[in-house]
């Protein structure tokens, strides 16, 4: 079965600092990844998601994901980090058969 | 288009009462699923659909039933509800993987908060 562990549950940064949001995989291969953000009370939208045409993956917002094959991960970041980035943020994978595991989440504050 | 969308947005049940959750979506997809959102354990699969008039368990499907009567709505029920099922759940959509369409992502709906007490 697919996991994913996701190193953190809170994270916090300065406003303008660097966004690193840590995620392994445990998956066969190919692996399908997806990083998904989610705001207060509402539900999860996908940041951006591996489809293996290039290891590195931009997303929306200036996010960003570098898939490494050797270290089974895919860490999310952001080389400035907003007030309007502070969220919980999910790293999933899926399957052949489109089932998504997803990890615990991060929460990430911005402090200004 | 409205994308996923869930109803009710709250709910407050008393334990042994019963409720269906419904959620519907326009984009045609094929696959539909149920999560439930609890502190600290990320989201967990309850039951999904491949398909109109299909349905599989997921991770945690005790206690809940599901039905995909039409393919643009999947109907989560809880026959006789217990405080252990006060979570926020969340329906999504995909396309599904098939042929040359690999990777597709699920669409959320905005949840639905319950409360059994």
């Known amino acids: 079965a697919q996991s994913v562990t996701q190193l953190g549950s809170h994270v916090s940064v300065s406003e303008g600092a660097l966004v690193l949001l840590r995620c392994n995989y445990s998956?066969?291969?190919?692996?399908?990844l997806f990083w998904y953000v989610q705001y207060p009370n509402q539900g999860l939208q996908l940041l951006l998601k591996y489809t293996s045409a290039a290891t590195l993956v931009k997303g929306i917002n200036g996010f960003e994901a570098e898939f490494k094959k050797s270290e089974t991960s895919f860490h999310l970041t952001k080389p400035s980090a907003h007030m309007s980035d502070a969220a919980e943020y999910f790293c999933a994978v899926s399957d052949e058969a489109d089932q998504f595991y997803f990890g615990t989440g991060t929460s990430l504050t911005v402090i200004p | 288009n409205a994308g996923v969308t869930q109803t009710p947005k709250f709910r407050v049940l008393k334990t042994g009462q019963s409720m269906t959750l419904l959620c519907a979506q326009d984009?045609?997809?094929?696959?539909m699923y149920w999560y439930r959102q609890d502190p600290g354990m990320g989201l967990r699969l309850i039951h999904y659909s491949v398909g109109e008039g299909t349905t599989a368990k997921g991770e945690v499907p005790d206690g809940y039933n599901v039905s995909r009567l039409k393919k643009q709505n999947f109907l989560l029920g809880l026959e006789s509800a217990a405080p252990s099922q006060t979570s926020v759940y969340f329906c999504?959509?995909?396309?599904?993987?098939?042929?040359?369409?690999?990777?597709?992502?699920?669409?959320f709906g905005p949840g639905t908060r319950l409360t059994v007490l």
């Open positions: 999504a959509s995909s396309k599904g993987s098939s042929g040359e369409n690999l990777f597709n992502e699920q669409f």
């Open positions: 984009m045609n997809h094929e696959y």
């Open positions: 998956s066969s291969v190919p692996p399908y």
